[in-house]
């Protein structure tokens, strides 16, 4: 069996050989008011108990207790139909609540990978040149308040260096993504600080290397791509990724997370750490201090680069 994604969140992927039995396609009922059943809330662990699969169980098990994992999915699809969808342990402790493949996980930074099609799709229609510049005069985003920056070197960054990350921003140099209240500080505004405050600040330091130089792992570049999705298309960025992206492929239950528990989505796990007790000051300033995983940083900020939440069936 080769592994495919492991997922901090506690998200699991597997891809294996041929599976005997093949559950249907992704069309489901509707109900009413032409809302959508999410396909993977009609599936139930017990579909994927047949002949064969007792090896994979087996191999998850033992990969989750290894790891001291609370909570797991696996789903997989073959010849572009779902085989397999399976939650392994708990998606609450505290109510004991098993995982089912319905429920929801943070998928971090595969939230890129959803961004970076949506980029594509907005080429593919004619909407936008991936060597479009994104700052100065005739850039993307050309108003006035990205128009002050320290390093000319800014107005060569281009889309295509956003989503390669290489535009020049080091990740060794700190993550404005990660540093919300801090930034809100040096810049005297509210906490969390806005992306519009985030972004302001990145743009007052220097550039670690040319664009399109070096690559290095930039959340922020991902974040400014959603900023641009949202120029070319005149729409929110998780409104245009629902509408051209995940409704016609069938998927109706894929979000931008919240960030603290009493926010979650109902059948969103709750998250744990495996490392002890990890706290934090909330990122909303207001002193209070928190797990990480909850409260820590601000989900929705970080949308476009890390804050989508997903259940296995669909983002499989």
Do not use: C
């Amino acid at each position: 069996m080769k592994k495919i994604l492991i997922f901090i969140s506690l998200l699991v992927f597997f891809f294996f050989g041929e599976i005997a039995m093949t559950f249907s396609d992704k069309g489901y009922p509707s109900l009413l008011n032409d809302e959508e059943v999410p396909f993977s809330l009609l599936l139930d662990n017990q579909y994927s108990d047949y002949e064969g699969t007792e090896n994979i169980d087996m191999q998850v098990d033992a990969f989750i207790k290894r790891w001291k994992i609370e909570g797991a999915s696996l789903a997989v699809t073959k010849d572009e139909r779902l085989v397999y969808a399976k939650g392994f342990g708990t998606a609450n402790s505290e109510t004991g609540e098993d995982v089912k493949p319905g429920h929801l996980f943070r998928i971090a930074s595969v939230s890129k990978l959803i961004t970076a099609v949506a980029v594509m799709k907005l080429y593919e229609e004619g909407n936008l040149n991936l060597d479009e510049t994104v700052f100065g005069e005739r850039g993307i985003l050309n108003d006035s308040l990205f128009r002050v920056y320290r390093d000319p070197r800014i107005e060569e960054i281009t889309v295509r260096h956003l989503l390669n990350h290489t535009a020049g921003w080091s990740r060794y140099a700190g993550d404005p993504m990660f540093n919300p209240l801090y930034i809100a500080r040096k810049m005297d505004v509210p906490a969390p600080a806005s992306f519009e405050h985030i972004l302001q600040y990145t743009l007052s330091r220097r550039l670690n290397f040319n664009p399109g130089t070096r690559y290095s792992y930039s959340n922020m570049g991902y974040a400014i791509l959603g900023e641009i999705i949202e120029r070319k298309s005149g729409m929110p960025y998780q409104d245009y990724v629902v509408m051209n992206l995940l409704k016609p492929l069938g998927i109706h239950d894929m979000h931008i997370g919240k960030s603290y528990y009493h926010e979650k989505y109902p059948n969103e796990v709750r998250y744990h750490s495996n490392a002890g007790k990890m706290t934090t000051s909330a990122m909303d300033g207001s002193g209070e201090v928190v797990p990480i995983y909850y409260g820590g940083n601000d989900m929705e900020l970080l949308g476009p680069a890390g804050g989508w939440v997903a259940s296995a069936p669909e983002l499989d």
